[in-house]
């Protein structure tokens, strides 16, 4: 059934299309560029931002298999790589022409006992190396081993060897970021060694792109910049909004001073009130967090903050000093900024922000 929720998520594809021109700008003519359409495009629509990227770029990422196979579904054909695969996933993921990040001796071994079984010709995959995240990938000491199981093996094809770095948005962390692109050039200047040739070499993530151009290398992976933030207020100002979020006035109450509103009685009227319900609410991820003013919404272009507490599938605002009606539009965000705000006031980062709205939430697409 289509989704006839009122409150919608409005993805502008015209921003992307601005954001990846801008960072494309930023790349040597020859590098490649892989975008990262995970966690649903950063809580957007992985599948629409695919559709419309699949020419434009060279690959797409997900973190997981399923997130793979929902784009092969919906006809995408450009190369996907498969970030954080499992070892039971291994058949799906073939049978759906994604490309597997092997990381481990545990999840390599069990890709190579399937690509015999099934006879595999020359099935792209991709070598993850741990240069400090300590998170996923293998060790510079790991080579040899690798290459005595691979070289040679024509039922795969490493693709491309990369590594992920920790801090790429943090000035202050300077010196391990530069430690981590050494430690890099280390492992494939060992690992041309071992295989007497070196595939495609990639390194930087939104903020490495902006921050380290020295390691471009042959390829980037861009998160999300693409979705208009850039972890730095300065370029962030220079990106376009991707996301913005919409919704309406469900009801109006007024308030008699001494009365409470919400849960818990979150907020008792020190005066006489006005507030509007709107249809969202925590479960859609609007943290409870952002209750008791830490959040607000737009209605006829005025900030209307949020009373009492963030329930499940609803939030109160204040519209006291606003003339608005049952029925009227209402603005949750439409901005980098109010976006980086609640985040802030959430305690969190903007992509746990985006990524945390719900998929009860309609996408629509401009
Ligand atoms: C998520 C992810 C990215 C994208 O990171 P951004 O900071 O969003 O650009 C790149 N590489 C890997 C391995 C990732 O997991």
Do not use: W
């Amino acid at each position: 059934m289509k989704n006839n929720h009122v409150t919608s998520l409005k993805i502008d594809l015209n921003a992307v299309d601005f954001n990846l021109n801008y960072f494309k700008s930023k790349l040597k003519k020859n590098t490649k560029l892989l975008v990262v359409v995970k966690a649903f495009g950063y809580g957007s629509d992985a599948v629409s931002i695919a559709k419309h990227l699949q020419n434009k770029v060279d690959y797409f990422a997900v973190a997981y298999t399923d997130e793979g196979i929902t784009l092969r579904s919906s006809g995408i054909k450009t190369p996907i790589v498969v970030l954080h695969p499992q070892v039971v996933n291994l058949e799906l993921l073939v049978a759906n022409q994604l490309e597997p990040n092997l990381y481990s001796h545990r999840i390599l071994d069990a890709f190579l006992s399937l690509s015999k079984r099934k006879n595999l010709d020359e099935y792209p995959i991709h070598l993850k190396f741990n240069t400090g995240l300590n998170r996923l990938g293998f060790s510079l000491d790991d080579i040899p081993k690798i290459a005595s199981k691979l070289k040679g093996n024509k039922t795969i094809k490493i693709s491309s060897v990369f590594s992920h770095l920790g801090a790429s948005e943090d000035k202050n962390e300077k010196t391990f970021s530069c430690n981590q692109i050494d430690k890099f050039k280390t492992i494939t200047f060992d690992f041309k060694k071992a295989f007497g040739f070196i595939p495609t070499q990639h390194m930087c993530n939104t903020s490495g792109i902006l921050n380290y151009p020295e390691a471009h290398f042959d390829m980037v992976r861009l998160g999300i910049g693409l979705y208009g933030f850039a972890n730095e207020k300065s370029k962030t100002s220079e990106l376009k909004n991707v996301v913005s979020l919409h919704s309406c006035v469900s009801q109006i109450h007024t308030i008699k001073k001494g009365e409470s509103v919400g849960y818990n009685r979150g907020c008792i009227a020190n005066r006489p009130m006005k507030t509007a319900t709107i249809p969202i609410g925590h479960a859609d991820g609007i943290s409870r967090k952002l209750g008791k003013g830490m959040g607000f919404v737009s209605i006829k272009n005025q900030r209307a903050f949020i009373v009492g507490n963030v329930c499940m599938d609803m939030i109160m605002v204040d519209i006291s000093d606003i003339d608005c009606n049952e029925g009227d539009a209402v603005i949750i965000f439409d901005n980098q900024k109010t976006v980086e705000t609640f985040a802030k006031n959430s305690g969190t980062i903007p992509y746990e922000f985006l990524t945390a709205i719900s998929q009860r939430i309609k996408r629509e697409i401009l």
